[in-house]
């Protein structure tokens, strides 16, 4: 026998369960059930936002928002202040 197969099986025969005097109800198992769905769950609405809403996005375009076809300008994003605000803003 090859090493690396005595390897396994000594690893398989000391990880193999002897009589269990254990008993697990119906409930425990169903919440193992259900927090097992939930998880997967929670793994295909990650994979769903993170991957299918951009990707929809890229493919219905950017025609909804007029707004985000034209270039931030300067005008655009920032308020113009008079020189008296902002004097006032300075003594504050």
């Given amino acids: 026998m090859k090493p690396v197969n005595t390897v396994f099986l000594i690893s398989y025969l000391f990880t193999m369960p002897s009589l269990a005097q ?4 119906p409930g ?5 059930i259900g927090s097992i769905l939930a998880f997967l769950a929670a793994i295909l ?7 299918w809403y951009p990707i ?7 025609k909804d ?4 076809n ?4 300067r005008s655009t994003s920032v308020k113009k ?3 008296k605000e902002v004097s006032e803003m300075g003594d504050q």
Avoid: M, W
Avoid at 65 to 68: K, Q
């Fill in 22 to 25: 254990a008993y697990v109800g």
């Fill in 28 to 32: 425990a198992g169903l919440s193992a």
């Fill in 45 to 51: 609405l990650l994979i769903v936002g993170f991957l």
């Fill in 56 to 62: 929809k996005r890229l493919i219905k375009g950017k």
């Fill in 65 to 68: 928002d007029p707004d985000l």
């Fill in 70 to 73: 034209q270039p931030l300008t």
């Fill in 81 to 83: 202040v008079s020189e």
